[in-house]
């Protein structure tokens, strides 16, 4: 079952500025992972943040997790036309081997 | 990095006939698949996990008489809708983890089914 929630749905920003991305999750995890899909393709796995860690890099990419909140957020510094893409997180629960549970995706839209 | 395949990357049938899609890891061994679904504008939903030598596990609401999985090899796992319907058109992907790296899985490129 999804149980993952993005948001924003869709966001727009211009060449340079910064993105963020949250999403929200329900269960309890063993790790959250965030992928990006370009239209029509398939998924590109961008950052793996385990349960018993807090904040993670990645070149640009930045990612937190909550376990409190049960919520996560990526953010991408400096962004890029090339960046524009759908963005998901994806969890990975303590008791379902290791399928995945994804959210919705946010929506990112580059302008140069 | 590991590298998932697909085949074919699309397909056009007419209603009532069957579509076989098959996923590969071209360069390790996968005892687990997974097959997903995609809606247009939507995210990925978990169908069913694929295992080696066993029969596949399936998600709450996923036929497993019309989604018809087999993973006979480390390397290959295909999924068959049979007598598919316009409702089945969708995005299919399928995933692996290379040994060791279970919680990270590598997605093949996926295929388009458009069902006439």
């Known amino acids: 079952s999804q149980q993952g929630e993005e948001d924003p749905q869709a966001l727009s920003i211009q060449e340079g500025e910064n993105a963020t991305m949250n999403c929200s999750y329900k269960?309890?995890?063993?790790?959250l992972q965030w992928y990006r899909q370009n239209s029509g393709r398939g998924l590109v796995h961008l950052i793996l943040i385990r349960s018993n860690e807090r904040e993670k890099h990645s070149g640009r990419l930045r990612v937190t997790l909550d376990t409190s909140k049960k919520s996560s957020s990526l953010l991408i510094t400096a962004s890029r036309a090339a960046d524009t893409a759908s963005y998901f997180c994806a969890t990975g629960e303590a008791n379902s081997g290791y399928a995945l549970n994804f959210g919705k995706g946010t929506s990112l839209l580059v302008t140069p | 990095g590991a590298v998932v395949s697909q085949h074919p990357s699309w397909v056009i049938c007419k209603s009532g006939t069957s579509v076989k899609i098959e996923c590969r890891s071209l360069?390790?061994?996968?005892?687990?698949m997974f097959w997903y679904r995609q809606f247009p504008k939507q995210s990925l939903m978990l169908m069913a996990t694929?295992?080696?030598?066993?029969?596949?596990?399936?998600e709450q609401g996923v036929e497993k008489d019309k989604f018809l999985i087999n993973h006979a090899s480390l390397t290959l796992s295909t999924l068959t809708v049979t007598s598919a319907h316009p409702e089945d058109s969708s995005f299919y992907i399928c995933?692996?983890?290379?040994?060791?790296?279970?919680?990270?899985?590598?997605f093949g490129p996926g295929t388009r089914l458009l069902v006439l």
């Open positions: 995933s692996a983890s290379p040994p060791g790296q279970q919680e990270t899985q590598y």
């Open positions: 360069d390790f061994q996968a005892t687990t």
């Open positions: 269960t309890s995890i063993n790790n």
């Open positions: 694929s295992n080696e030598g066993s029969k596949a596990t399936y």
